[in-house]
């Protein structure tokens, strides 16, 4: 876990732990709490905090999109984080309602452990990586040296996104681990949320996992992926934008193309999940810091963190919605 940072505001401090939580102590209005993705953590741990000044006190927990929606569902949450829209028997159990919003995207890098190697990955060398077919750099033109696949070991909104993709370019993966938060790996060592997977493919040689790009640092590195048209792309807010534009979110706002023909291939939205009613005294709280989150200004920023601005019309349509929460 990173070290705490503390910087002073106005109206209280702000505390800040990369893996776990981000809270807002102080100030005047109803304190929120949040559980769920740790893909889309970095940004909220920055957009948060920048409500501190207006008297906001958010506490938002890192656990991965399963927990959080858990906890959604349990109500012992004012909003959760996920990166796989709730499905319709996951709704069914919410009597306030559900609304989920789209609030940021970004794409899922293959980060790998190997100094010199520049992997170009085939879609089906990146099926065969995960079911143990290949085991070995020396098989993808690289320094011979053992591959050490790394998986999400929580339920995972990413694990999803990610083997959604593997099941949509591979019939193996599809009629084998196939897709979902949780699946069983053919391969490989588990690790805990985006952050934990980060730290243990760069402590690894020879590791290779999927983490939300902003986590490829230092001695990770990011493959390139075959797209559907079969162009060999780099994950980029630029590739990854290209790849969501083909995406159709529908009038519930929560569509997916687990292989698209333009860009990275695996780009992903992320979602707030809302309550529909029943949000009583916080619910001008609840769209003060979420009217924050879908404005011009706070999306801007998503560029400087790695993940891609929402585009202007699914902006438009989370922001009308957002105002249709009630008491």
Known sequence: MA????????CGLVVITTAATVGLAGCNSPGLSGAGASFPAAIYQRWFPELANQGT?????SVGSGAGVRQFIAGTVDFAASDVPMKSEE????????????????AIAVAYNHKGCQLKLSQAQLANIFLGK???????????????VVFR???SGTTANFTAHLSAISPAWKSGPGQGKSVTWPTGVGAKGNEGMAAQLSQMDGSIGYVESAYVKGVLQAASLSNAAGAMIKPSTESAA????SIDLGSDLTGRNPNPQAGYPIATFSWILLYREGNGAKLPVLQKIFSYTLSD???AIATTLGFVSL??????QSRRALQRLKN
Not at 311 to 316: E, G, I
Request: glycine residues 8%.
């Open 91 to 106: 709704i069914s159990k919410v009597s306030r309602g559900v609304l989920q919003l789209p609030m940021t995207a970004g």
């Open 242 to 245: 290209k790849a969501l534009a």
């Open 134 to 148: 290949i085991s070995n750099f020396g098989q993808l033109g690289c320094i011979a040296k053992p591959i050490k």
């Open 297 to 299: 200004s706070a999306q």
């Open 3 to 10: 070290a705490l940072s503390h910087r002073r505001v106005t």
């Open 311 to 316: 585009p202007a019309p699914v902006l438009a």
């Open 153 to 155: 070991s929580d339920g």
């Open 57 to 61: 006190k958010v506490n938002y927990q």
